[in-house]
């Protein structure tokens, strides 16, 4: 296992954390985890030198945190560091703080969490846990040594990210990042800014939730132009762990060859092992998927919110999902859901208010039209 410093102690964790978000399930219920193949694939990740496990307060609807204080008894806990995440959306007010710290310290059956996050935060979040002192909670955390460090999830636009990056002594931040997303939301210049001010990096959705693993056959055709054979996933790790900004990059595996497949994979990708080749290869796949997009939105939601709650940025990303990724029947799925909630495409009044403030000058409307065409087909 490749190890790589973590906060300013320099603390030796292992490039590859395993995320806790994608469990093997039962009965197609996220709710219900398969005990026997979680605690064997956690096991047998730490067995071979993972030392980074991440859950989240959510995940699993509730029952990661579970699981996860089940597969590190018999010593396990000891062999790990583990980080977990507030519910920054659950908090109302300065109380709640402690009583989700304290749950949690409880479900993971532990007296205290290396790393700890404010989870998913965006400028809303953000205001909100200021105005409710989270910082004085932070410090008390650490105090009691409930907590040993203290870092924050994102997804929000890069100049929040910086907002928040210099608001407080950050010890570590997580964001996400890969091939395709290198712009979006805190992407590469986040990387890079969070580093220059010596707070580490730990890296999420690095396949992007797995699309990258499954190309079409033009972008196969161009990773089999390398003299060395990798699967998809392969170089979408090996892309993000080629930077040295990089502490940690997490990976929600959901299989025991998927742990044994990345542990192999991130034995040997050290920063700045690519050669020219490779990193001109990804950047052409780079370049093929981008081709494919329909819609060029960026997610950064200055559209909302839509007067008659049409999803705009969510119905674009089912829409172009299709065309780069393939997903036709899982984007009609989650679309049939919008329907049925009244925020789809058909529901746009076509203002064009939405349009004015769209930093990419995109004529919504029209592509609004065409996504509703397509995905309630």
């Not at 071979?48 to 995940?59: E, K, L, P, S």
């Amino acid at each position: 296992m490749q190890y790589r410093s973590f906060t300013k102690d320099n603390i030796k964790v292992s490039a590859l954390g395993f995320g806790c978000m994608r469990f093997p399930t039962l009965d197609n219920d996220s709710s219900k985890i398969d005990e026997v193949k979680t605690i064997e694939m956690l096991r047998y990740a730490i067995d071979h030198g993972v030392n980074y496990i991440d859950t989240a307060y959510n995940y699993h609807q509730g029952n990661s945190e579970y699981m996860v204080g089940k597969a590190l008894k018999d010593g396990y806990r000891d062999k790990v560091y583990l980080a977990t995440k507030l519910p920054s959306w659950l908090i109302k007010n300065y109380e709640d703080f402690d009583k989700y710290l304290n749950e949690q310290l409880k479900k993971l059956d532990t007296e205290y969490i290396d790393f700890y996050l404010l989870h998913t935060l965006n400028k809303e979040f953000w205001d909100n846990l200021k105005s409710l002192d989270v910082f004085k909670f932070l410090e008390n955390a650490k105090r009691s040594g409930r907590v040993k460090y203290v870092g924050f999830s994102f997804h929000d636009e890069l100049d929040v990210f910086k907002e928040i990056i210099v608001s407080y002594e950050w010890d570590f931040c997580q964001i996400q990042l890969n091939y395709l997303d290198r712009s979006y939301q805190a992407g590469e210049e986040g990387l890079k800014f969070a580093y220059n001010k010596g707070i580490s990096v730990v890296i999420m959705e690095p396949i992007k939730g797995g699309k990258l693993t499954n190309p079409s056959g033009e972008i196969k055709s161009v990773w089999d132009l390398s003299e060395t054979r990798r699967t998809p996933a392969e170089w979408a790790l090996r892309w993000v762990l080629n930077h040295e900004e990089v502490s940690v990059l997490l990976s929600g595996m959901s299989t025991l060859d998927q742990v044994k497949e990345n542990i192999a994979t991130v034995s040997n990708a050290t920063p700045n092992s690519l050669t020219e080749e490779e990193i001109q290869l990804i950047d052409k796949v780079t370049e093929i998927y981008g081709q494919k997009v329909k819609v060029g939105c960026t997610g950064c939601e200055y559209c909302l919110p839509c007067e008659v709650n049409v999803n705009i940025p969510y119905i674009f990303q089912l829409y172009n999902d299709i065309y780069v990724f393939g997903t036709e029947v899982n984007s009609k799925r989650l679309y049939k859901s919008y329907i049925e909630n009244g925020k789809d495409a058909s529901k746009c009044m076509e203002c064009g208010k939405c349009e004015a403030l769209c930093p990419q000058g995109l004529e919504i409307r029209e592509h609004l039209r065409q996504a509703h065409l397509v995905l309630a087909d």
